[in-house]
């Protein structure tokens, strides 16, 4: 597996001196998902748990829908992704080559092999996410889960306590300052499964890629909370799973609120302290 961190030598400037020292950043590297072979999608990702990955990529958009959809993720050895000397691993591959930065995904007979059209490629990067699909409907994507009928509630006082739950377990934000966070609660506030990213599109779909694994989607009674902003995509990626409420610490995009109003998802936004906004179905969150 690869790395998750790397130290790096800086020149640390004050307005008193100027010191070099090293630093530990944050590790980002390409990941290819091949399905049944053929290439999806490259995603800039940090290593670390990329099964995960790969499959709540293809659960948020639209190929799989449940675990037994998947009969296999493997690493691809000796794909060709060659690594710079400097960022091999130590003992280095024995065919210089980093085998863990290809995944192929074997689908089950009875399910559709995805669209590999190249006008719809997928693309994602540690910034924006998926980009180059063809059109608007191509994003907007229907799910079997719908989170409209959850008839889960959580109280402010639980909501307000989980940015603090998720900062304390985000182990390598804390040793690098650059990793987005995912988590997801039980409604009475339990950590179920925690993941860092460079992308926090990555981050989430670690998250709902480990409730694929474990048979728990669709993921009902439960809270997803990330770190940044809560965007389209990421609100996407909670109504695909059947997440009934999504919390940012940072602001919605105005689609990411309409998106949450057509679908019956919770959407709260400036998650911080013991204040909050509530954007859209506010019948889930009670005092």
């Not at 907007?140 to 409209?148: D, V």
């Not at 639980?158 to 304390?168: I, V």
Request: hydrophobic share 40%.
């Amino acid at each position: 597996m690869g790395r998750v961190t790397a130290r790096r030598r800086v020149r640390h400037v004050t307005a008193q001196d100027a010191v070099a020292r090293p630093e530990t950043l944050v590790v980002e590297e390409p990941l290819e998902i091949r399905v049944n072979g053929v290439p999806l999608t490259v995603t800039m990702r940090t290593p670390g748990s990329d099964v995960e990955l790969a499959q709540g990529f293809l659960l948020t958009e639209g190929v799989v829908t449940r675990r037994e959809d998947i009969l296999s993720v493997r690493y691809c050895r000796g794909a060709p992704v060659p690594i710079p000397e400097s960022l091999r691993s130590s003992p280095p591959e024995e065919d210089g080559l980093n085998s863990y930065n290809v995944l192929d995904v074997t689908l089950a007979p009875d399910v559709p092999a995805p669209d590999v059209d190249p006008t719809r490629n997928f693309y994602t990067t540690s910034s924006c996410g998926v980009c180059g699909k063809a059109s608007l409907e191509a994003v907007r994507l229907i799910s079997k889960h719908g989170p409209g009928d959850d008839p889960s509630t959580v109280r402010t006082a639980t909501l307000s306590a989980l940015p603090g739950k998720l900062r304390q377990a985000q182990k390598v934000f804390a040793a690098t300052g650059g990793l987005h966070g995912a988590a997801l609660f039980a409604t009475d506030g339990t950590p179920l499964v925690v993941r860092e990213d460079i992308g926090r599109h990555n981050a989430v779909d670690k998250v709902i890629g480990w409730a694929l694994e474990q048979r728990r989607v669709p993921l009902s009674g439960t809270v997803l909370l990330v770190s940044g902003r809560a965007s389209f995509e990421l609100t996407q990626k909670a109504v695909m799973a059947g997440i009934p409420m999504l919390a940012a610490v940072s602001a919605p995009s105005s689609l990411a609120v309409d998106l949450a109003s057509q679908s019956g998802l919770t959407l709260v936004a400036f998650l911080r302290g013991d204040s909050m906004n509530v954007y859209t179905r506010p019948d889930r969150v009670t005092n």
